[in-house]
């Protein structure tokens, strides 16, 4: 019998073991109550947004147009005309002469004594001993003559004569113009440190400016920074630069600058040259050999030697070892403001027998003006 009951009481044990299953799979089943089946608001933000496949070509990049390079907004340079105006203004500062002069011709008695002082005033401003003596004994002469008790008179007896010495009959006009379909070519030279490629950047402005077509040479090819200075001048009025490699042949890029303003129906060719000491021969000749070689092109029309007017005397042994090289055809004076004496501009004329034909007369890009004897006088006597 016993063995009957632990049967049954097995039987009943497995029963109730899977009754007890079977209402546990109904609990895990059944959501509990108040589950809507919606994440709570910490697990909404860290569940991962649900995968989209990209399709291929959705990857591929759009081409993007290169952008139009910007067009430069090219200067427009001021008039020659107009800047004769600011050439009495800038040489306002120069006034010391002009004034010292007419305060020493101003007195009433013009003894020895004061005109000693007028020739030491004159000689001091570098106009040179001979035209010094000149202008002297003119005005002696005149001022005997005619008298000069009120400032007025002794102020227009100087003025007259100062123009007379300055030499307003001289032609200080530019030869930019060729002949026979070619171009008028402009030769400019100097000694270092005169500011000759900026004058060369400044006349191509005023050939731009009075409509002119143009082209630079930069035949300095001893100094990148000259070629580079020069580029950026021709850039900003839309001129064109020839230019060759650093430390080549200065002859041959003045050469083919000329032949493509020949070619190209250009009006005006300007070659910079390289600086150079008046005490290097062998530069010199070179200087000599650039000049033959562009003829063999076009006829240089224009040789232009800059000059510091700051320089004084020493400009006038510049002047004359260059005009013996290259005949030299006009003068253009650089510095010619406050600071300068002024007397250089009369001094230069009579020792080489040419003209000045433009004046630096400050830093701006149109501060390079065509030298006027009256201009420059009225500016000296303030």
């Known amino acids: 019998m016993e063995w009957l009951y632990l049967v049954i009481g097995i039987a009943v044990l497995g029963v109730l073991v899977l009754i007890g299953f079977l209402a546990g799979g109904r609990r895990r089943s059944t959501p509990p109550a108040g589950d809507t089946g919606v994440l709570a608001p910490e697990e909404a933000t860290t569940a991962a947004p649900p995968e989209t496949e990209v399709a291929p070509e959705e990857l591929v990049e759009e081409p993007v147009a290169p952008a139009e390079p910007a067009t430069p907004t090219l200067e427009k340079p001021e008039k020659p005309a107009s800047r004769l105006v600011r050439l009495r203004q800038r040489l306002a500062g120069s006034g010391a002469l002009g004034r010292g002069l007419l305060g020493l011709l101003s007195r009433d008695n013009l003894d020895e004594d004061t005109w000693e002082a007028i020739e030491d005033l004159l000689i001091g401003a570098d106009i040179g001993v001979g035209p010094t003596q000149e202008l002297v004994d003119?005005?002696?002469?005149?001022?005997?003559?005619?008298?000069?008790?009120?400032?007025?008179?002794?102020?227009?007896?100087?003025?007259?004569?100062?123009?007379?010495?300055?030499?307003?009959?001289?032609?200080?006009?530019?030869?930019?113009?060729?002949?026979?379909?070619?171009?008028?070519?402009?030769?400019?030279?100097?000694?270092?440190?005169?500011?000759?490629?900026?004058?060369?950047?400044?006349?191509?402005?005023?050939?731009?400016?009075?409509?002119?077509?143009?082209?630079?040479?930069?035949?300095?090819?001893?100094?990148?920074?000259?070629?580079?200075?020069?580029?950026?001048?021709?850039?900003?009025?839309?001129?064109?630069?020839?230019?060759?490699?650093?430390?080549?042949?200065?002859?041959?890029?003045?050469?083919?600058?000329?032949?493509r303003g020949v070619d190209e129906g250009v009006d005006t060719v300007v070659v910079d040259t390289a600086g150079r000491l008046q005490n290097k021969q062998g530069l010199m000749d070179e200087l000599g050999k650039v000049k033959r070689v562009i003829e063999k092109q076009a006829p240089v029309t224009e040789v232009l030697l800059v000059l510091d007017a700051t320089t004084g005397q020493n400009g006038l042994v510049q002047a004359k070892v260059f005009s013996e090289v290259v005949d030299v055809t006009g003068i253009a004076l650089t510095k010619l403001d406050g600071s300068a004496k002024g007397g250089i501009v009369v001094a230069v004329q009579r020792q080489l027998g040419v003209p000045v034909k433009l004046v630096g007369l400050g830093e701006g890009a149109d501060d390079l003006a065509p030298f006027d004897a009256g201009a420059f006088v009225d500016a000296l006597l303030g």
């Open 138 to 259: 003119r005005l002696r002469t005149r001022m005997r003559v005619e008298g000069g008790a009120d400032g007025a008179s002794a102020r227009e007896i100087l003025r007259e004569e100062l123009i007379t010495l300055v030499d307003p009959t001289l032609d200080r006009s530019l030869d930019v113009s060729g002949a026979d379909g070619k171009p008028g070519v402009v030769l400019v030279v100097g000694v270092n440190g005169t500011g000759k490629t900026t004058t060369v950047g400044k006349l191509s402005r005023i050939l731009v400016a009075e409509e002119r077509t143009t082209l630079l040479a930069a035949a300095d090819t001893f100094r990148a920074a000259a070629t580079e200075q020069l580029a950026t001048w021709g850039e900003r009025v839309g001129v064109e630069v020839v230019r060759g490699p650093e430390g080549g042949d200065p002859a041959s890029v003045a050469f083919e600058a000329v032949k």
